[in-house]
């Protein structure tokens, strides 16, 4: 298996499909997307588990100066990359797993303190909002003014269930 130069992976090219170089049997591997951005990825083993298991180390950056101690999510070169990955095999030989703090978690959606609560039925002002918009308007120009003065907010909301007491 042929190993990663620097060369390689500026003389990527974009490919209608994502494509992977491989750097010799490492795990390192810089990705190729579609629209000709590169990264670094290591492809291994979850420690536990024993699945296959890919983590993206960061952009490629082609000029740049070696980092001396490389981070997940920095711009990295391909020794860069290689240090970074060498780091991360020595902590899945220890049994961690480094993609394990960046699995997606649902996040818990808490209602703030301008948020409205969810649980409130929000049909009501919505229909008095629409009577607002379009029914009295219209209703104000094709009937009389005693007909018209019938209609009111008041009796609107009160044909609108779950609407709030306040309009």
């Known amino acids: 298996m042929p190993r990663l130069t620097p060369t390689a992976c500026e003389r990527a090219s974009k490919r209608d499909e994502e494509y992977e170089l491989s750097d010799a049997g490492t795990g390192l591997r810089l990705r190729v997307l579609p629209s000709g951005q590169r990264s670094f990825i290591l492809r291994y083993r979850r420690p536990d588990s024993k699945k296959p298991a890919k983590l993206t180390l960061g952009p490629y950056s082609a000029g740049a ?15 860069s990359a290689r240090m970074l990955t060498e780091e991360l095999k020595r902590a899945i030989n220890r049994g961690e797993d480094p993609g394990a703090a960046y699995k997606r978690k649902p996040k818990k959606v808490e209602p703030g303190p301008t948020d409205e609560p969810t649980d409130i039925n929000l049909f009501g002002p919505a229909c008095i909002a629409f009577a607002q918009q379009y029914v009295i308007p219209k209703q104000r120009s094709k009937l009389s003014g005693a007909r018209v003065e019938s209609i009111s907010l008041q009796s609107t909301a009160a044909e609108c269930p779950g609407s709030y007491e306040a309009f």
Do not use: S, Y
């Not at 100066?65 to 020794?79: K, M, V």
């Open 65 to 79: 100066e070696p980092i001396e101690t490389p981070r997940l999510g920095d711009p990295l070169t391909l020794q």
